[in-house]
């Protein structure tokens, strides 16, 4: 498997398996579970895969990737370097990578879209791969913008909500929203959308619609999703809720 000078940025990281997987082209050691590989754009590298094995890779487009930099750190995104890194030990983005893939794997799209762009926070602070600190956030999003955000939300919570689409109302990239979201609430944008869709949730149960309904009404990807989220919630299931009430 040969990657000649391919355009974006590519992470990679290992699920499963790895020890039938080496680069031909640099260090010997072979791939296991929960390392890491950073392929900078323009890099490239040959490898040999002789055994089935998991693993997920993030792709991000070279401008996105000065864009998050440049607003994470108030700086020339010309500075930004990207390290060229194969098999490393990386547990907080190691983390992160698996949370988006779980997501994606779940239909959590709010939350994977979150994850991706945590993964390359996680980088650039990584002492390892920059160390660099962050700016600090102050004042959060504007009046008028957060109204605007939870109107939107409160319309499309029986939707699939994305972070671009939140981000584009309040006409910033979806990064650099996230971060001012937190700032205002004190929690993500998904934290937030899944905290409105267990309330709507609860004021459905009162009424007589079955459970599957009503997770679709709410967002949720199906009936077992809405119950793990609203067990998550509320500490019992809709069932339990609904004979309560």
Sequence with gaps: MSY??????????????????????GSPVRGRPGVLCIMPQGHSSEWEITDFFEFVHLYVPD?????????TFDRDARLMA?????????PAL????????KAMLAGGHLLAEEAMTQAINDLFVDPRFGGMRPCAISGGLAPHVRRRILEYIEAHLGETIRLQDLA???QLSAFHFQRM???????SPHGWVAHRRVERAKSMLCGMDPIAQIASACGFSSQSHMTRAFKLGT???PSAYRRRQ
Aim: aromatic share 10%.
């Design 181 to 187: 979201f937190r700032a205002s609430y004190g929690v």
């Design 168 to 170: 584009t109302i309040g």
């Design 63 to 71: 401008d996105q990737m000065r864009r998050m930099f440049s607003e």
């Design 94 to 101: 190691a983390h992160t990578l698996r949370q988006m893939t």
């Design 4 to 25: 000649e000078r391919p355009n974006g940025h590519t992470f990679s990281l290992y699920l499963r398996g790895g020890a039938g997987t080496r680069r031909l082209d």
């Design 82 to 90: 990207l390290p060229e890194v194969t098999f490393a030990e990386a």
């Design 235 to 237: 500490g019992v299931t």
